[in-house]
């Protein structure tokens, strides 16, 4: 009987911490009183395990709109850049979320170089959504160190209003256990971060040690600001799974170089020369749209931003964004470096190169050529990336409107795919002017390749 009875308290705590938690409008007068301390630690361990799944995604949405804003106005947030902080966001929000949830398991020993984290203590009741908003704090702080005062008082901010809407009628000793739970994961992630080669890269973005090499067909800076390779040392960092390593994973080598009219290469450079002599005013439009230049959320930041417009959109549990956020960010990071270790391998010139020593000497890209080679397309890259493991999770004609670049003044633009999307966000880029057509083919497969491992991980459930 005495067990019975823990079960049917176990269940209680359960069904009003939905209450608690769920609440939309989260009006205090709204949040029931939930059971005491010590009801509430007789819920089992695989019940609190299922807590995530019961708790809105608010506390999440709330973070990555944060993140976004940082990477807009802290100084260094180049795409490969971005692409680690929103990879390292997202692990310490699943960890601290939704690692120990049923069905979901820890990365602990599943990412390359993260052999422990941090547990909960058996049979103690955590709070999912003070444990996340503690551990995002934490780690964007870590992160963004060289960001400004007033960035970190907007961090601490949302860190206090977070908290205390989370906490409301919450016992003490719960909300203590899982603020410091959430600090202890972002602490441990943080010091991994660490040693992956991308730590603090932001100081330094264009090494002088680093001399390109010189010979036909390799990349030279390209005009006006005829800028140093940036960050030629990135694509050497380690991923977050090995799979996307070096190896079968990287591109192939792209056409074979060459100055004749009739060779492939020519021809290829000569499809960017008349693209951007004819532009249309949609084409325009489509290379404005994915530019994301300096400045700006960057293209890894546009993703996540998608991401979290879908998360809000579908409503999705706490636990299910976490999954989601982490999975886009595991990808992100390590197409950065795929992509990256593919620009330095191969070193191949820009169109605005070849087209400027070979067809007009005084022709000029729409969008602006970034200081870095040509193959493969990060855009490209980043966009197959997210696209497939979104796809993999909402399906393959998942339609949806991107609203993320009204700040910037654009309308927003539909697409009846994920795929449709990636795909428009790597055509952009020849028509900007900036890449081959095999950049952004090769990037896209490659991206898709990078979120089939990400997939594997399991981090979300339909």
Known sequence: MKQLNVSCRALLFVSLFVVVFHSACRKEKEIEIIPTPEEMQSASAEQARLIPDLVDSYVAESWYDLLNRLIITTPGRTPPVAARDIGYTGIALYEAAAGGMFLHHSLAGRLDGLLSLPRRQPFRVY?????????????????????????????????????????????????????????????????????????????????????????????????????????????????????????????????????????????????????????????????????????????????????????????????????????VGIGLNDAAIVCWRGKYNYNLLRPITYIRNYIDSNWVSYIGTPPFPSYTSGHSTFSGTAAKILSLRFGNQFAFTDSSKLIYGFTPRSFSSFEQAAEEAAISRLYGGIHYEFDNDEGLRCGVLIANNVARLRLWRN
């Open 127 to 327: 709070a999912p959504a003070i444990s996340a908003n503690a551990a995002l704090a934490r780690i964007l702080k870590d992160l963004f160190a060289n960001t400004s005062a007033a960035n970190f008082l907007s961090i601490d901010s949302l860190e206090a209003a977070n908290h205390t809407t989370y906490s409301l009628r919450l016992h003490a000793e719960i909300n203590n256990r899982s603020r410091d739970f959430g600090y202890a994961i972002a602490d441990a992630i943080f010091e991994w971060s660490k040693s992956d080669g991308g730590h603090e890269a932001y100081l330094d973005a264009f090494p002088s040690a680093y001399i390109p090499p010189v010979g036909d067909g390799l990349w030279t800076s390209t005009p006006p600001l005829l800028q140093p390779a940036m960050f030629p040392y990135w694509g050497g960092n380690r991923t977050f799974l090995p799979g996307n390593g070096p190896g079968p994973i990287d591109p192939p080598a792209p056409p074979a170089f060459s100055s004749q009219t009739d060779s492939r290469f020519y021809k290829e450079a000569y499809t960017v020369f008349e693209t951007v002599n004819n532009l249309t005013q949609e084409q325009k439009d489509i290379a404005n749209y994915w530019a994301d230049g300096g400045g700006t959320f960057t293209p890894p930041g546009h993703l996540i931003s998608i991401a979290a417009q879908v998360i809000r959109n579908r409503k999705l549990s706490l636990g299910q964004a976490a999954g989601l956020l982490a999975a």
